[in-house]
C-alpha cells in the first residue's frame, strides 16, 4: 500500500519511495505562462509549497525521469536546463548571528551544487550577486531562483521584535540583491 507523504518536501523522495502524488504538474505550464518572471505563492501551512519549489527544482533542472508519467512529461522541453538556486530558510534562527549563519549556509550549498565559489569576506548580498552572476556565465542561461519559507525569519522572532526586524533587514539585502540581477535571472 502507498504511503502518503505528509512533512515529505522532497519531490524525489516522494517519486523514489512512490508514495501517493497529486499530479498538478499541468499547472506549472499556466504558471509558466503568466507573463511575470516573478510568482509569490501563498498557501496555509503544510499545504505543499515546499514540495512545489522541489517540484520545480527538478523541472527546471531537466531531471525527466522523475516526470515519467506525470501531465508535464509530454509538453516540457527537456532539452533546456537551468541552473538553479534554491534558498530555503526552514531552520529555526533565534538571533542575528544565527540568521547570517543560516544563509551562509544555504550560499555555500548553492556555490558547492553549482560548483561556483563566492571570493572570501563576501557579505551574503554580495555572495548571492556574485553567485546569480556566476552561475549566469558559466551555465549560458538565465538562472532560476526559488525561495522557501520567504519570511521564517521574522515570523519565528515575533516574540521578539528587535531580532524580527533584524531578520527583515538581512531578507531585505538578499530580496533587493534578487531585484537588482534582474537581468540573470
Do not use: H
Not at 509558466?32 to 519549489?53: A, W
Not at 544565527?98 to 544563509?103: A, F, N, R, S
Request: negative net charge; proline residues 2%.
Amino acid at each position: 500500500m502507498k504511503k502518503i507523504p505528509y512533512g515529505i518536501a522532497s519531490f524525489e523522495k516522494v517519486k523514489e519511495e512512490k508514495r501517493y502524488f497529486i499530479d498538478k504538474t499541468r499547472y506549472i505550464e499556466e504558471i509558466e505562462n503568466i507573463g511575470s518572471d516573478y510568482v509569490f505563492f501563498l498557501r496555509p501551512r503544510r499545504f505543499g509549497k515546499s514540495l512545489l519549489i522541489s517540484t520545480l527544482q527538478a523541472l527546471f533542472e531537466g531531471r525527466k525521469e522523475l516526470f515519467d508519467g506525470l501531465a508535464i512529461y509530454d509538453s516540457w522541453d527537456w532539452d533546456v536546463k537551468y541552473p538553479v538556486i534554491k534558498i530555503s530558510f526552514g531552520g529555526v534562527a533565534r538571533n542575528r548571528e544565527e540568521m547570517l549563519q543560516d544563509v551562509k549556509n544555504i550560499m555555500r550549498q548553492n556555490q558547492q551544487r553549482l560548483e561556483v565559489s563566492c571570493p572570501d569576506g563576501y557579505n551574503v548580498g554580495d555572495c548571492l550577486q556574485y553567485l546569480i552572476e556566476q552561475v549566469y556565465k558559466k551555465y549560458g542561461r538565465k538562472v532560476v531562483i526559488l525561495v522557501d519559507e520567504y519570511d521564517k525569519f521574522i515570523v519565528d522572532n515575533l516574540d521578539q521584535i528587535e531580532v524580527a526586524k533584524e531578520g527583515r533587514e538581512i531578507l531585505k539585502d538578499l530580496y533587493t540583491t534578487i531585484k537588482d540581477s534582474d537581468e540573470y535571472i
